[in-house]
C-alpha cells in the first residue's frame, strides 16, 4: 500500500470517528443556564439519574468507575462471585473488601446495598460465637447500610433498612439482651447521642420516619407494601414501650412511653394508605363506612317492599341443583370436602346483595333505592377493604394495647410480676409469692375490663410462665395452689393456644421449675 | 491460615519434580527433533532434511557452550536502554499513584485490616509487574525485526541463544530494580497505615469483676476506626484485647501525681510466626479413630469438628519436641471454630480441653480447660513443669515427649456443642521471624513470576509478531493462574463438560446439572471435547502454575514463608527459564534473521 492510499484511508477514518461523535456530543450536551442540554442531559434530569440527583459524587468510586474503562458491571459481577466465595471460606476481611469495590463501581445500584447489608448484620453476624463479635457485624452492616444513603439520599429503601436492622435485629436477636446493652454503651454508633435516648427501638424509628418524611415527598416507595412501611414506626414505639418492661422500668417512664405509642398508632390510623384496590384508606375509617352502610341499608330497607330479601333467598334456594342442595342440607361435621367446596359457593349464591333488593323496588323509588344499594355496597367494600389491611397489622389489637397499658392498674400489674419473677430467680420465695398473689389480683381487675385481652396468646404466655413459677414457689413453701384459681381463664386459654403446660397442681416442681439449676459438670473422660 | 495441604517439603519434593522434568524435556526434545526432520525432509528430502538436522543440533550444542557472557551482558544493557527508551518508570508512576490513593479504595474498618493492606500491595505489585514484563518483552524483538535494527546486532558476532539470554536478562534486570522499589515503598506504606496507638480512656477505668487484687478494666480511645478493651493488674499494668487482630502492651507511668497509661506498638500486627504444624486425625463419639471429624452442614469442608461432651476429639502429633527448641515451654496456638447446636448460654463461651500425651506409653497431663474464642487466634502456654491426671509432677520433655513426639488431644466439655478444626490451626509457634525478611521473601516470589513472564514474553517474540507474542504470553499467564480449574475442566470433574459442551450450553441457557440430550450430535460434541480436553491437560501440564509462586497467604496472615516454598519457588522457575530459553533459541534459530 502507498504512502498516499494510506492517507486517504486515515482521513476517512477520522471523518467517520467525526461523524460518530457529531449526534453523540449535539445528544450529550450539558444543562446550562441558558439552555436545557441535550436529550441525554434532560432524560437524566426528568429520571433523577445524575449522580448529584441521586447522593454524593465520591471521586474513589468516579475513579474506580472509569478505570473499568465500561466494564465496571463486569467487574461488579465478579467481584460477587469472589464475595461469595470469601463468605463461603469464612474470609470475612476479603469479603467487606469485596463488598466495598462493588459499591464503589455500583454506587447507585440500591439492591446491592440491601442484600449485603442484610448479609452483614443477620447472616455474617451470626457466623460468631462471641455476641460481641456478633454485634460488631450487625453494626458493621448498619454502617453498610448508611454508607449507601449517601449515594443515594432519596432511597426510603436504605433509611427502613437501617431503621428495620437497628429496630428488629438488635431488639428481637436472641442476643437482644446483651445487643441491646452493647447498643447503649456505643459511643462510636451514637456519638453524642443521650444515653436515655441509645435505645435500639428508639433510633431504628428516627430512621422509619426519615424514611416515611422521603415518601411523603413524593419518591415512590418500591418493593414494600406501604401499609407496614408506615406501620414500622410506631410498632417501634409498642416495642420500645415492651423492652422497657421487660427490663424493669415502670412508672411514669412505661406511662410516658405507652401514651407515646398510642399517639403514634392514632397518627397511622390517620393516615392514608394506599392499597390494592386502587383507593386510599385510612385505617380508623372502618367504623365509619360501616355506619354508613347501615345507614344506607336502612333506607334500602324503608323503600324495599316488606318479605322482598326472603322472596329472593327462597327463589335463589329453589334455584339450586341437585347436588348443591344436598351440600346446603347437609349439617356441616357430615359434609365431603367436595361438598364443603360446594358449600361455600352456595353460600355466596344464596346471600342477597344489596343491589339484588334494590331491583325489586318498582315505580319512582327505584332509582333511590338504587342509589342507597350502590352507596351501601361501596361502604361494605371499604370497610371490608380496611379490615383486611387491619388485619394484617392486626391492629385492633395494638391499639387496645395502646389503651390499657397506660393505665395504671395494668403498669402495677406487669411491675408485680415482674418483681415475682425476680424474686422468684433470687429465690426469695415468700417476696415472689407475695409479688404474684397481687400481680394476679391487679391482672385480674385488668382482664375483668378489657376481657379482649384474653385473645392475646403472648400475654397468657408470660401470664403462665409466671402461674408456673408462682406454682413451684407454693409448693417450695409447702402451700396448695389456690383451686378454684384466679386466674383460671388464662391457664385454660392458653392451653388452646399453646397447649396444656400447667402441671399437676399438687406434683412436686420439676427440674425446670427449681429455681436455680445445677451447673452441668464436664462429661469428657481424660484420654487412656 | 488456611493449609489445604500438607506443607511442601524442599528435599521431598525436588526428585519427582527433577524427574518430571527430565521426562519432560526428553519427550518435548524428541518431538522437536523429529519435528525438524520431518520439516527438513518434506522441503529438502530425507538425506539433505537429516543433514540439516544433524547440523542444527551440532550448532546449538555449539552455541550453547559458547555462550558469552561479555555479550550476554552487552545485550543485556542494550534491553535495559530500550526498556527506559520505552518509558518503563511509567509502570512505578502508576504503582505510586495507587498507593496514594489506596485509602479510598480500601476498607478503613476492615476486621482484619492488616491482612488486607498486605494483600493489596502484594498482589497490586504482582499484577503491575507482570503487565510490565509482558509489554516489554513481547515488542522488543519483533520491533526490532520489523523495524530491521535487527540487522545491526545479527551482523555483529553474536548468537541467537544470546540475543534470547541477553533480552530475558536485560528485561528481567529493570523488572528487578522496579521490583524492589516497589517493595520498599510497599514496605513504608504497610507500616506506616498501620502503625498506631490509643490512650487509655480514664474515665471508663472500673474494677474488674472478680478481681480481688485490685485490678482494673475499661477501654482505650478510637484510633484507626477501632478501640480495644483493656485489663489492668494491681500495678497499673497490663494488656488490651485483640480486635482488628491485634492488642497493645500497657505500662503505667507515674510523674509527680500524674498517672499515665501508655499503650505500646501494635503486638501481633505485622508478624512473621514460624509454626510447627502437627498431623491431625480424629476419635469419634465412641472414641473410635476416624479419619475426619462431623460435617455440621458447612458448604466448605476445611474444618471437622468434634461433638462435645464425647469422647470425640482431635489429636494433633507433633515431632521434634525438644527442650532446645522450646526452652520456655510450649507455645501453643489455636484458631477454633465453634459451632452451637443449642444456644446455651449466651455470654458464655464453648468450653474445652487440652491433654497433652505422650504417643509411647500413653503417659497424659492433667486436663486444661479453655474457652473457645471463635475466629481468633488463642494462645496457650504450657509451661515445662505438669502434672499427670493424678496430679503427680511430671516434665514436658522427660516424660511426655522422651522420643521428641507428642501428642495434643481437643476436646469440647460442653454438650451437643461442636468443635471445628484443621490441620493448620493449631501449632506450635516455634519462633517469630522478621517481617521486614517474610516481606522480601514473598517480593521473591513475584521476582520469579517477573521471570517467568519475561522469558515467556521474549520466547514468543522470536516467532510470533509484538501483538501476537502479547497475546500468546497474556494466554499463559491467565492460564498459569487458573491452572487447577483448568486441569478439572480437562480432567471432566467440573460440571458442565467440556469447552464446546460449555458453549453449547451457554448458548442454549442450560442448566449444567441436565444431560445433554443422547444422540448423535452429542456424540460428536463430547468426541470433539475428548480431544480438546487431552489438549487442554498437556498445556496446563507444561505450564507453570503461577499460583504456587504466590506467597501473599503467609504474609499477609502473619506467617513465615518456609524456606521449603522458597526454595521450591526458585528451582521451579529456573528449569521453565530454561525450556523456555531452550525453545527461544531454536525458534530464532530457524529464523532467516538469526542464521
Redesign the interface.
Known amino acids: 500500500m502507498n504512502q498516499r492510499a494510506r492517507f486517504i484511508r486515515k482521513i476517512v477514518y477520522v471523518c467517520i470517528i467525526a461523524a460518530l461523535l457529531l449526534p453523540l456530543s449535539w445528544l450529550s450536551q450539558p444543562e446550562t443556564s441558558e439552555s436545557k442540554g441535550g436529550l441525554l442531559a434532560q432524560m437524566r434530569k426528568d429520571n433523577q439519574l445524575s449522580q448529584a440527583n441521586l447522593g454524593e459524587i465520591d ?2 468510586s468516579e ?2 468507575k472509569l478505570a473499568t474503562l465500561g466494564m465496571r458491571g463486569v467487574a461488579a459481577n465478579i467481584l460477587w462471585e469472589k464475595a461469595n466465595y470469601y463468605k ?3 474470609d ?3 469479603y ?2 469485596a ?3 462493588i459499591t ?1 463501581l455500583q454506587p447507585n445500584f440500591v439492591s446491592v446495598w440491601i442484600f449485603q447489608g442484610w448479609n452483614l448484620s443477620y447472616n455474617i453476624s451470626v ?5 460481641r ?1 456478633r454485634y ?1 457485624w450487625v453494626i ?1 452492616g448498619i ?1 453498610f447500610l448508611k454508607e449507601g444513603t449517601k449515594y443515594n439520599t432519596n432511597e426510603p429503601r436504605l433509611m427502613s433498612d437501617i431503621g428495620w436492622t437497628i429496630a428488629q435485629k438488635i431488639g428481637r436477636a ?2 437482644h ?2 445487643f441491646r446493652r452493647l447498643f447503649r454503651e456505643d459511643d ?1 454508633f451514637n456519638g453524642s447521642r443521650p444515653l436515655a435516648q441509645r435505645d435500639n427501638w428508639l433510633v431504628g424509628r428516627e430512621w422509619l420516619t426519615a424514611a416515611e418524611q422521603v415518601v411523603d415527598k413524593g419518591v415512590a416507595l418500591k418493593g414494600e407494601s406501604p401499609l407496614l412501611f408506615h406501620t414500622h414506626p410506631a410498632m417501634c414505639l409498642i416495642n420500645y414501650c415492651e423492652a422497657l418492661e421487660e427490663e424493669g422500668t415502670f412508672g411514669e417512664v412505661a406511662k410516658n412511653a405507652w401514651k407515646k405509642a398510642a399517639d403514634a398508632w392514632t397518627e397511622l390510623a390517620n393516615r392514608d394508605l394506599p392499597t390494592v384496590y386502587n383507593f386510599t384508606i385510612r385505617l380508623n375509617e372502618k367504623e365509619f363506612f360501616q355506619q354508613r352502610s347501615e345507614q344506607a341499608q336502612a333506607e334500602l330497607n324503608r323503600l324495599t317492599p316488606p318479605g322482598s330479601r326472603e322472596k329472593i333467598a327462597a327463589e335463589k334456594l329453589a334455584a339450586l341443583s341437585e347436588k348443591e342442595r344436598e351440600a346446603h342440607d347437609t349439617p356441616a361435621e357430615q359434609l365431603t370436602a367436595e361438598q364443603r367446596t360446594i358449600r361455600y359457593e352456595v353460600d355466596q349464591k344464596l346471600a342477597v346483595g344489596h343491589l339484588e333488593l334494590a331491583d325489586r323496588v318498582t315505580g319512582e323509588d327505584h332509582a333511590e333505592a338504587l342509589k342507597a344499594a350502590e352507596e351501601a355496597s361501596q361502604a361494605d367494600f371499604i370497610a371490608n377493604a380496611i379490615e383486611s389491611e387491619r388485619g394484617i397489622v392486626n391492629f385492633d389489637y395494638w391499639l387496645l394495647r395502646c389503651q390499657v397499658e397506660p393505665n395504671d392498674d395494668t403498669l402495677a400489674a406487669r411491675k408485680l410480676i415482674y418483681d415475682g419473677d425476680k424474686a422468684f430467680l433470687s429465690v426469695q420465695l415468700p417476696q415472689a409469692k407475695a409479688n404474684y398473689a397481687q400481680g394476679f389480683d391487679r391482672w385480674r381487675q385488668v382482664l375483668d375490663t378489657h376481657p379482649k385481652l384474653l385473645e392475646d396468646p403472648n400475654l397468657t404466655d408470660e401470664l403462665v410462665d409466671s402461674i408456673t413459677h408462682y406454682q413451684g414457689v407454693l409448693h417450695q413453701l409447702d402451700e396448695t395452689f389456690p383451686q378454684p384459681f384466679l386466674l383460671q381463664d388464662v391457664v385454660d386459654k392458653d392451653a388452646i393456644f399453646h397447649g396444656p403446660r400447667l402441671g399437676p397442681l399438687s406434683a412436686k416442681p420439676t427440674d425446670a421449675e427449681k429455681p436455680v439449676a445445677e451447673p ?1 459438670k ?7 | 491460615m ?1 493449609l489445604d495441604s500438607d506443607p511442601v517439603v524442599f528435599i521431598n519434593w525436588l526428585r519427582p519434580a527433577l524427574f518430571f522434568f527430565l521426562q519432560a524435556a526428553a519427550v518435548l526434545g524428541l518431538v522437536a527433533l523429529v519435528g525438524g526432520f520431518l520439516l527438513a525432509a518434506f522441503r529438502y528430502g530425507p538425506a539433505l532434511g537429516g543433514d540439516a538436522t544433524y547440523r542444527m543440533l551440532k550448532t546449538a550444542l555449539s552455541d550453547l557452550v559458547s555462550l558469552s557472557p561479555r555479550r550476554i551482558g552487552a545485550l543485556a544493557r542494550l534491553a535495559v536502554q530500550e526498556s527506559l527508551r520505552r518509558r518503563v518508570l511509567v509502570g512505578f508512576g502508576v504503582f505510586l499513584l495507587i498507593l496514594l ?1 489506596a485509602g ?4 478503613t ?5 492488616a ?2 493492606y498486605l ?1 493489596f500491595v502484594l498482589t497490586a505489585t504482582t499484577y503491575l509487574v507482570l503487565l510490565m514484563a509482558l509489554f516489554l518483552s513481547a515488542f522488543s524483538l519483533p520491533a526490532d525485526i520489523k523495524n530491521k535494527t535487527i540487522y545491526t546486532i545479527v551482523t555483529k558476532p553474536v548468537r541467537p541463544g544470546e540475543i534470547v539470554l541477553g533480552r530475558i536478562l536485560g528485561f528481567s534486570l529493570i523488572g528487578t530494580v522496579l521490583l524492589a522499589v516497589m517493595g520498599l515503598f510497599s514496605y513504608f506504606f504497610v507500616v506506616r497505615v498501620l502503625n498506631h496507638t490509643h490512650e487509655v480512656d480514664i474515665a471508663s477505668l472500673k474494677s474488674t469483676p472478680g478481681d480481688t487484687e485490685g485490678g482494673r478494666s475499661g477501654r482505650t480511645t ?1 484510633a484507626q476506626n477501632h ?1 480495644h478493651q483493656v485489663t489492668l493488674d494491681a500495678d497499673g499494668n497490663g494488656s488490651t484485647d485483640i480486635a482488628q487482630g491485634h492488642w497493645h502492651e500497657v505500662d503505667k507511668h507515674v510523674e509527680g501525681d500524674k498517672t499515665t497509661y501508655v499503650l505500646g506498638p501494635p503486638q501481633d500486627l505485622l508478624t512473621a510466626r514460624v509454626p510447627a504444624y502437627g498431623k491431625l486425625r480424629f476419635k469419634d463419639r465412641a472414641g473410635r479413630g476416624v479419619d475426619k471429624g462431623i460435617n455440621v452442614g458447612n ?2 469442608k ?1 474444618r471437622s469438628f468434634v461433638e ?4 470425640a ?1 482431635a489429636i494433633w502429633t507433633f515431632e521434634d519436641i525438644t527442650p532446645e527448641r522450646y526452652p520456655e515451654g510450649l507455645p501453643v496456638e489455636m484458631t477454633i ?2 459451632f ?1 447446636s443449642y ?1 446455651g448460654e ?2 458464655q ?3 474445652g ?1 487440652i ?1 497433652l ?1 505422650n504417643p509411647t506409653n ?1 503417659r ?1 497431663s492433667e ?1 486444661k ?1 479453655f474457652t ?4 481468633s487466634t488463642d494462645h496457650m502456654k504450657i509451661g515445662r513443669k505438669l502434672s499427670d ?1 493424678d496430679g503427680n509432677p511430671i516434665d514436658l520433655f522427660d516424660q511426655l515427649a522422651p522420643s521428641g513426639e507428642l501428642e495434643l ?1 481437643l ?5 451437643n456443642q461442636y468443635f471445628g478444626v484443621a490441620q493448620a490451626d493449631v501449632y506450635l509457634r516455634a519462633r517469630n521471624a522478621s517481617f521486614g525478611m517474610n516481606f522480601v521473601k514473598s517480593y521473591l516470589g513475584i521476582w520469579v513470576q517477573m521471570l517467568l513472564v519475561t522469558s515467556f514474553g521474549v520466547m514468543f517474540s522470536t516467532f510470533l509478531s509484538g501483538a501476537v507474542a502479547m497475546m500468546a504470553t497474556l494466554a499463559s499467564l491467565v492460564l498459569g493462574f487458573f491452572t487447577k480449574f483448568v486441569f478439572e475442566v480437562a480432567q471432566g470433574t467440573v460440571q458442565g463438560g467440556g469447552p464446546l459442551e460449555s458453549f453449547i450450553r451457554i448458548v442454549k441457557q442450560q442448566n449444567v446439572t441436565l444431560q445433554m440430550e443422547p444422540g448423535l450430535s452429542t456424540d460428536v460434541v463430547k468426541g470433539a471435547d475428548a480431544v480438546f480436553m487431552f489438549f487442554m491437560q498437556s498445556v496446563t501440564s507444561l505450564l507453570p502454575d503461577f499460583r504456587q509462586f504466590s506467597t501473599v497467604d503467609y504474609v499477609a496472615h502473619g506467617f513465615d514463608i518456609p524456606a521449603d516454598v522458597v526454595g521450591v519457588q526458585f528451582i521451579s522457575g529456573l528449569g521453565y527459564m530454561a525450556a523456555v530459553f531452550a525453545i527461544g533459541y531454536l525458534f530464532l534459530r530457524t529464523r532467516e534473521v538469526a542464521r
Open positions: 471521586p474513589a475513579t474506580i463461603k471460606v469464612e470475612w476481611a476479603s467487606s473488601a463488598l466495598e469495590q464503589k457466623e460468631f460465637d462471641d455476641y463479635d460488631y458493621k454502617d436472641d442476643e439482651v446483651q462510636d452441668a464436664p462429661a469428657v473422660e481424660t484420654p487412656k | 488456611v490513593f479510598w479504595f480500601l476498607d474498618k476492615s476486621y482484619d485490616p491482612t488486607l494483600s478510637l478501640r458448604e466448605w476445611y462435645g461432651g464425647t469422647l476429639t471454630r465453634v452451637r444456644k449466651i455470654e463461651g464453648i468450653r480441653v491433654v500425651k500413653g497424659t486436663l480447660t473457645a474464642k471463635d475466629f491426671k488431644w476436646q469440647c466439655i460442653d454438650e
